[in-house]
């Protein structure tokens, strides 16, 4: 059974602060991995995607993958209340191109 | 602008009145998914279509029927819904990456919150 696992949060940061959120996987040959926001009722908001191992940063948002370890990460900058939200890890591996998510993390970000 | 749109958004029915949720993408993507989403198990692929007349099941596919006639389209079908169907759905599309487990990113319609009493 290919999981990605989640830490289970909730996470709860002060305005301004950097969050951390980690998301472990298990199926080797999964490529394409990604992070997606999800506001209560909403659907899930495509926030970063990453390929290669290493760094990538969009803005405030900087995701890293270690493929070695099969663990992938976001971190949010100068956290912001609107940041409040579920952040989804998923990864595709497979020729189905299916997306398998973590349970998501819970973020609160505190003015 | 390009977008992944569902109909109905909220629907309340009875058990065992045929429903179908429709789902269409304006951005000529090859790839469709349905998913559903429950408090505490996440979200949970039900069907998916790699192009035309091609799908296949997901994880939960039970109770449910898909079609893909055009390449904008994917709708949903519950036959016989019943109670347990009650969630959260959402489709998606993507293009199809063309190489073994790559894929470009795939986006959400807005949902469909469907209540079967």
């Keep these: 059974q290919k999981e990605v696992e989640q830490n289970s949060g909730p996470l709860s940061v002060p305005e301004g602060a950097i969050a951390s959120l980690n998301c472990t996987y298990s199926d080797r040959v999964s490529q394409s991995f990604f992070w997606y926001r999800q506001y209560s009722g909403k659907s899930p908001e495509l926030i970063m995607s990453i390929y290669s191992n290493g760094d990538k940063e969009d803005g405030r948002f900087t995701a890293q993958l270690n493929k070695a370890s099969q663990y992938v990460s976001l971190l949010i900058r100068d956290s912001q209340p609107s940041d409040s939200a579920t952040y989804l890890c998923a990864s595709v591996g497979g020729s189905n191109y299916k997306l398998t998510f973590g349970k998501g993390t819970l973020l609160t970000v505190n003015p | ?117």
């Excluded at chain 2, 799908?55 to 893909?68: A, F, L």
Aim: proline share 6%; charged share 20%; with cysteine.
């Design chain 2, 1 to 117: 602008e390009a977008q992944v749109t569902q109909n109905p958004r909220y629907l309340i029915t009875v058990t065992g009145k045929k429903l179908t949720v429709t789902c269409s993408q304006n951005m000529n993507h090859e790839y469709m998914s349905w998913y559903r989403q429950d408090p505490g198990l996440g979200l949970r692929q039900i069907y998916y279509s790699m192009n035309v007349e091609v799908t296949d099941k997901g994880d939960v596919p039970e109770g449910y029927k898909v079609s893909r006639k055009e390449k904008r389209n994917f709708p949903l079908i519950l036959e016989s819904p019943s109670p347990n169907q009650t969630s959260l759905y959402f489709c998606a599309s993507s293009f199809r990456g063309r190489a073994y487990g790559f894929t470009y990113e795939q986006y959400f319609g807005p949902g469909t919150r469907l209540t079967v009493t």
